[in-house]
């Protein structure tokens, strides 16, 4: 079983939807969650990090649920410019190593 | 300030040849990753160094693979003999220790095709 798990898509959504992306990690000593974004044919950047409370960044909603083992990031009102593919990411404070999940693509379409 | 340099961006070899991917990563920075990234496989984390010293090498795929880092300012991924089932894009990327923002900041990667 991998150790982080997320469907990989895609997701062709049109312009202003909800769309919410799910991740299931399998080490639950995992200590920091994180989500990445990948334009195609570019490297993944930190888009956020995923605190137990939740929380907020514009458009941008991430969850956690230590008990279930499982991370979501919601985006509200899609733009084209959210087409990419969108990285669950998950570390073990032991040595800080980051595990990444494959992906979840996602198309925005007008 | 310069982002992770890695040289080169596209290398096509026949199997069989060694291929060496380097990477600089950004000043400062105390750990340094290697990962690959497949459509079928994802990124994978290959190996990482703390200060230099190499911490996880499990990713590594076999003996063919090894990687170095001699000094704080490079690294070396080296390939021998290349397979082309080692087709993949080759990433290099650091961060700052002691921060648990889990920002990872990556080069534009090495995007290798082996014959």
């Known amino acids: 079983r991998k150790e982080v798990e997320q469907d990989p898509g895609p997701f062709n959504v049109p312009e202003g939807a909800t769309v919410a992306f799910n991740c299931t990690y399998s080490n639950s000593a995992s200590q920091s969650f994180f989500w990445y974004r990948q334009d195609c044919r570019k490297e993944p950047k930190l888009l956020m990090s995923v605190y137990s409370s939740g929380n907020e960044d514009g458009r941008f909603t991430a969850q956690l649920n230590r008990a279930s083992q499982y991370i979501s990031l919601l985006i509200r009102d899609s733009k084209l410019s959210d087409s990419a593919t969108y990285l669950c990411v998950v570390k073990n404070n032991q040595g800080g190593k980051l595990i990444f999940g494959q992906g979840t693509e996602l198309s925005v379409k007008p | 300030d310069a982002g992770v340099i890695q040289s080169p961006r596209h290398e096509v070899t026949e199997m069989g040849q060694e291929v060496t991917l380097r990477c600089k990563p950004i000043?400062?920075?105390?750990?340094l990753f290697w990962y690959r990234q497949t459509m079928m496989r994802g990124l994978e984390l290959l190996i990482y160094?703390?200060?230099?010293?190499?911490?996880?090498d499990s990713g590594m795929p076999e003996d063919r693979f090894s990687a170095k880092m001699p000094n704080a300012s490079f690294s070396t991924l080296k390939i021998q003999p290349s397979e082309p089932r080692d087709s993949a894009v080759y990433f290099c990327?650091?961060?700052?220790?002691?921060?648990?923002?889990?920002?990872?900041?990556f080069g534009e990667g090495s995007r290798l095709t082996v014959l």
């Open positions: 000043s400062g920075h105390d750990y």
């Open positions: 990327a650091s961060r700052l220790a002691g921060l648990n923002t889990g920002e990872l900041f």
């Open positions: 160094f703390n200060n230099n010293v190499p911490i996880d």
